[in-house]
C-alpha cells in the first residue's frame, strides 16, 4: 500500500527566512525640522592632558512625527485720524484673514485632518476626537458633525462639474458597483442594502452611491454619451444607448463560456 502523498508545506505570508531583505528606506526627501550638536564631555585627554583637537563630525539622521494642535493668533492693525473732509474721526483696520467658514475659529488644517481621517482612512469621528484631545485639543461631535454639513454644500458644485466632466468629454469608461450599507429608511425599500457604483476613466473616477442596482443608474450618468464602456455582464450595464459600446470583462467571458 503506497502511502498518500504528503502536502507541501505552504509558506507563511510575508518575507521568507532566508530570502534577500530590502535594506533601510530612503527618507532623503523628508526635509530637515530641528539639528542638534552633540560635544564631548571633557576637552583635555585623561591620559595626558593635552587638549583634544577637532577632527571631523559624524552624521547620522532619525525620523521623527510630531502632530499637534495650536492657535494661529492674528492681530488687525488699526488706524484713525480726524477726516477734514468729512470733519469727522474715521478709522481703518486691516482686512480680515480668510476663513473657510465666517466666524468659525478652526482653521482648514483642522477640516482637512478630519476628512483625510474620515473619508481616507475611515477612521471613525470619535476616534479622531480621541486623538485630538489627546494632543489637547476637545471638540464636541455636533461641531464636527455640522462642519461637515457646510463642507458638503461648498463641494457639491465641484462633485456636479466632475460628472460633468466624465461625462460629456470623455469616450470610454469602467463601470462596476459593490454592496454598500447605508442605515436609513427609505418608503418601499426593505433593508439597507444600497450600491456603490463607480465610472471611472483615465483622469476622473466618479462615485454614485444609489439604494438602486438598476439599469437607470449608469443610464443616469452617462446620459447621451457616446463611446466604450468596460464592464461586467450585469444586465443593468446593457442597453444604456445606441452610441454606446460594450467591452465586456474577459473573466466574466470567461465564466460565461464554462457554464
Not at 504528503?6 to 532623503?28: C, L, S, T, V
Not at 492674528?74 to 469727522?88: I, L, N
Amino acid at each position: 500500500v503506497s502511502k498518500p502523498e504528503e502536502k507541501a508545506e505552504k509558506n507563511k505570508r510575508g518575507k521568507q527566512k532566508g530570502a534577500p531583505g530590502f535594506g533601510p528606506k530612503d527618507h532623503e526627501s523628508l526635509p530637515i525640522d530641528e539639528e542638534k550638536i552633540y560635544d564631548i564631555d571633557e576637552s583635555c585627554c585623561p591620559d595626558c592632558g593635552d587638549q583634544w583637537q577637532p577632527v571631523s563630525e559624524e552624521e547620522s539622521h532619525e525620523v521623527e512625527v510630531s502632530v499637534r494642535a495650536y492657535r494661529r493668533k492674528h492681530r488687525r492693525k488699526k488706524y484713525g485720524h480726524f477726516c477734514k473732509a468729512k470733519k469727522k474721526w474715521v478709522t481703518k483696520r486691516a482686512k480680515k484673514p480668510k476663513r473657510l467658514f465666517p466666524h468659525s475659529i478652526y482653521g482648514i488644517s483642522f477640516w482637512t485632518f478630519l476628512l483625510n481621517g474620515k473619508f481616507s482612512l475611515h477612521i471613525p469621528i470619535n476616534r479622531l476626537r480621541t486623538l485630538l484631545k489627546q494632543k489637547g485639543l476637545d471638540v464636541s461631535q455636533g461641531t464636527i458633525t455640522a462642519g461637515f454639513a457646510r463642507i458638503l454644500k461648498l463641494i457639491a458644485p465641484l462633485y456636479a462639474e466632475i460628472k460633468r466632466y466624465s461625462r460629456e468629454e470623455k469616450a470610454h469608461w469602467h463601470i462596476d458597483d459593490t454592496g454598500w450599507k447605508v442605515f436609513v429608511k427609505i418608503e418601499g425599500k426593505n433593508g439597507f442594502g444600497w450600491h456603490l457604483w463607480v465610472f471611472k476613466s483615465d483622469d476622473v473616477c466618479v462615485f454614485v452611491l444609489s439604494p438602486s442596482r438598476g439599469r437607470e443608474v449608469p443610464k443616469s450618468h452617462l446620459g447621451d454619451s457616446c463611446g466604450v464602456v468596460s464592464c461586467d455582464r450585469l444586465a443593468a450595464n446593457k442597453k444604456l444607448g445606441e452610441a454606446i459600446i460594450y467591452a465586456f470583462c474577459w473573466v466574466h467571458e470567461r465564466r460565461h463560456f464554462r457554464q
